[in-house]
């Protein structure tokens, strides 16, 4: 305990020196200190006994809960013993998985409810929300493993579970050190692939992965971005985009620091995202098969790719590009499940939807991911019109044509994300709309008004031709 209060003290006299958010050091401190519990392991865990692995993974993870959040860390705990013991009573069935479902969504909604402000609130419930999913993606597993697998979709059959995990195992997978926190998303078959041994040396087993080097790139990547976070936010920030300055920039400028701003704010989890997934590198969790040269993948949980990132030329390569592994968590869990819909439209509003829930009350989050929908619907559409019409199609490919339209299409991308996250960010409707009014409804004109303007007048000027 004593230690423990040297350790809060340090970080809140280190806080007031360099003017950082206390709660926000304390998380990137927990953070790295996954690199060395990863070294421990590797030295004295590696390849033993899958028990002793599980209880490192639980007291480890327990510790960075417990220095970021206190006694508060008793809130996941709590969820996983209900969810274990809906599971072991109930069985693999739909019962099960709809009780996990409402009881860990309704329980971080509450928390959302007692805890938040109309700031971005770091407390229990960001590694809470982290758990949810994982714990609604056991269930789900666990239900799939007792269903006949000429039924099942590939990712089913790859994810699923024949047994429950036994306590350890489960407890260890909830808290693994290097996700617990703040991701990434991953499926309990790979946690037991990994204690297993799966993914290290067969010919010795107690010989550490050779990661080291991919782990020390992405650690490098992570500081990198952390630093060119750091740098913007000398010039953009929150407040400055709902301020009298910002307002009276000129039409143009603004949108241009709008894009920047949007960056900002993508950079602070790209610099965490790749900060955490430098450490599971490290564990050896993120093996990802063999390449053609025969050497091992470590990619295995890269949550931004960000060659494709860095390169967009329209929104679809940003979904595919950021947050992967919870995308590909909400792909497989939920919008694949609303197939019973009949309309891939409707399938991908109810998985947004579900993600706007999961996020919180703010009403930002709902208009956020509403119009993340207009947006992937606009566009499709788009494309959809040109390349029927075949002239317009020719007329784009052309090498002359391409090169500005990708040189367009990459400063659209760039302003347009930064309109995006207007109410995601600013979470609450005096603060987004303020910044709607400053940059003169741009963006809600352009795709709010598409499917009843825009859309129908593009497709009557485009409109394929006829042939015999």
Known sequence: MIEMNIFSHSLKALSELVGADEAALTLLVSILLGYPIAII????????????????????????????????????????????????????????VGAVFAFNMIYLLIGYYTTSTEYYDINWTMPHCVLVLRLIGIAFDYFDGQQKE????????????????????????????????VGPQFPMRRYQNFVNGDFGDKTDPFKPPRSEYAALKRFG???????????????????????????????????????????FT?????????????????????????????????????????????NT??????????????????GHYIYKRLKFLGNRNFSHLGALMFLAV?????????????????????????????????????????????????????LYTFIFMGFCLIPFVLFTWE????????????????????PVLWGPILRAVLKRKKTD
């Open 41 to 96: 392991y590797r030295q004295y865990f590696c390849g033993r006994d899958q028990y002793f692995q599980h209880l490192y993974f639980i007291a480890s993870g327990l510790l960075l809960g417990y220095l970021n959040y206190g006694l508060d860390v008793a809130h996941p705990l709590l969820s996983m013993v209900v969810t274990y013991v809906i599971l072991a009573g109930l069985g693999a069935t739909a019962a099960a």
């Open 150 to 181: 000429d039924t099942l979709g590939a990712d089913n059959k790859r994810f699923m579970l024949k047994t429950l995990p036994n306590p350890l195992e489960f407890f260890g997978f909830a808290f693994f050190p290097s996700s617990f926190l």
């Open 221 to 263: 990547l992570g500081v990198f971005y952390l630093s060119v976070f750091q740098i913007m936010g000398m010039y953009v920030s929150d407040s400055y985009m709902v301020s009298e300055d910002f307002r009276e920039l000129s039409f143009i400028r603004k949108h241009l620091i709008l894009g920047l701003w949007g960056r």
């Open 266 to 310: 993508l950079y602070k989890y790209i610099s965490c995202w790749l900060l955490t997934e430098g450490s599971c590198i490290l564990f050896g969790i993120t093996y990802d098969g063999i390449d053609e040269k025969g050497e091992k993948q470590w990619n295995g949980l890269e949550n931004v790719k960000l060659s494709i990132f860095e």
């Open 313 to 330: 030329l329209d929104f679809d390569d940003y979904v595919h590009s950021f947050n992967t592994n919870t995308n590909l968590w909400l």
């Open 358 to 410: 999961w996020h919180g009350f703010h009403t930002g989050y709902f208009v956020a991911f509403f119009i993340e929908f207009l947006v992937i619907y606009t566009e499709r559409d788009i494309k959809t019109i040109v390349k029927s019409n075949e002239k317009v199609s020719q007329f784009f490919n052309q090498p002359m044509v391409n090169i500005p339209l990708k040189l367009f299409l990459r």
């Open 431 to 450: 603060n987004y709309t303020y910044t709607y009014v400053s940059i003169n409804y741009s963006g809600l004109i352009l795709y709010v008004l598409y």
